[in-house]
């Protein structure tokens, strides 16, 4: 019997797959290529920027990615004022400095992207109020193993919500840290970087959260966490390995709470819901979007910030 149902079972695969590969053509969706736009604009952001591509058909014959459109129009508009984003080659955004065109709290802006054969069109409005941090503790924990230490710093944070309105948050923090690199011929090199905090969501916390049903409540942050730069033994052709400490300090957590509109948040909020949701045998989520005639998003947020530097 066990002969006799590998045969089956390789009869049936072997069906399944010409049944596939003989789809003609004619069956198949007809999809065409859209603008892609992605804007997310914010009176705290020194330029308004613009990214401009194009989808790939799904079953389209080429593998490559979306390309980015060079050639298009795109204006922004508040409903009194209007501007052309012109295109960097440089970032490969439509870019304007924001002292051109201010980005004005409460606002609803208007923007618009034609390549002379699609038009794409989008609206958001800028939240009106920046949350205001209240309290913060940050730690830092070492470990140490053989010839190794790792450091890292975590932070919490708290914020009042905005009352009489619907606020959408999202939580960051930025650590910036001056420390040493190895450098052939000298002890070390002394720079500065800055490292993005990553947020622990097992305790329940989100780093994305919603007032509904919560108007005017105190909010908390999820635990952030970052990994101050450290390097293991090195190794050089005369000597044996030895340890090299990074010597790290911290120089300031710049803490910062998203106010955003309802379309950055969804739009965020999809694509972190399709990472955590990576399955091949579950069903793919929807990524948001409010480009009408396209694909993408056009959101808009407003920062409230807190800097910590140590004594």
Known sequence: MKPISFVL????????????????????PKATSKLVVHSFIS??????????????????????????????????????????????????????DQSRFPIVASKTYSLHVSDGNRDVRATC????????????????TTNSLFTRRDTSLTLKMTWQDIPNDTNYYRVRAVAEVEYDVPDPGVKGKRIRNRFDFSWDETSGRSEWQSDRNLDGSLFSSPTGKVFMPTFSPIQTQDTAPKPFYSKCRLVSVTMMVYNSDVNYFKYHRSLQQRIDTENPFTEPSVIYNNIEGGLGCFGAYNIGKLVYKPD
């Open 9 to 28: 079972i390789l009869v049936a695969l072997t069906s399944c797959e010409t049944l596939v590969s003989d789809i003609p053509a004619s069956r198949l």
């Open 125 to 140: 409005t800028v939240p009106r109020n920046a949350p205001v941090i209240k309290s913060y503790i940050i730690d830092t």
């Open 43 to 96: 009176p705290q952001n020194d330029r308004i920027n613009v990214a401009v591509t194009e989808s790939v058909p799904l079953f389209s014959d080429t593998d490559t990615k979306e390309d980015v459109i060079k050639t298009a129009m795109v204006r922004i508009s508040d409903g009194s004022n209007e501007i052309i984003l012109p295109f960097d080659p440089n970032s490969q955004l439509y870019s304007i």
